[in-house]
């Protein structure tokens, strides 16, 4: 059963911008927070960041730079992925997922749950 969905992918140009989506359907209270990775063909997952439903606390992969912000409406289930300067080292399949406990990093050994992700292609 489907529970978390992203969207707003796409085929865009360097310096372009994509705000990307994930409902997360299944969403209880006691869950603490969604995490967003991202992965190309060829090369290993990587830890995009992620956001606490409670305050809304976010944390970022070192490679970020400042380039993304991720949001979140807690009324709707939503977080959002704004990916801003993208460049083709960005492209890849960025996929959300839901934490089994209070921990949001790295380590794809602390998510339950995983989206099918949403392409990113950035080429000119």
């Known amino acids: 059963q489907v529970q978390l969905v992203e969207s707003g992918g796409g085929s865009v140009q360097p310096g372009d911008s994509l705000r990307l989506s994930c409902v997360d359907s299944g969403r209880s209270s006691s869950d603490y927070g969604m995490a967003w990775f991202r992965q190309a063909p060829g090369k290993e997952r990587e830890f995009v960041g992620g956001?606490?439903?409670?305050?809304?606390?976010?944390t970022y992969g070192s490679f970020v730079r400042g380039r993304f912000t991720i949001s979140r409406d807690n009324a709707t289930n939503t977080v959002y992925l704004e990916l801003v300067s993208l460049k083709p080292d960005d492209t890849a399949v960025y996929s959300c997922?839901?934490?089994?406990?209070?921990?949001?990093?790295?380590?794809?050994?602390?998510?339950?749950?995983w989206g099918r992700g949403t392409q990113v292609t950035v080429s000119s």
């Open positions: 956001i606490t439903w409670r305050k809304g606390a976010t």
């Open positions: 997922a839901r934490p089994r406990g209070g921990f949001i990093g790295a380590d794809i050994n602390a998510y339950g749950q």
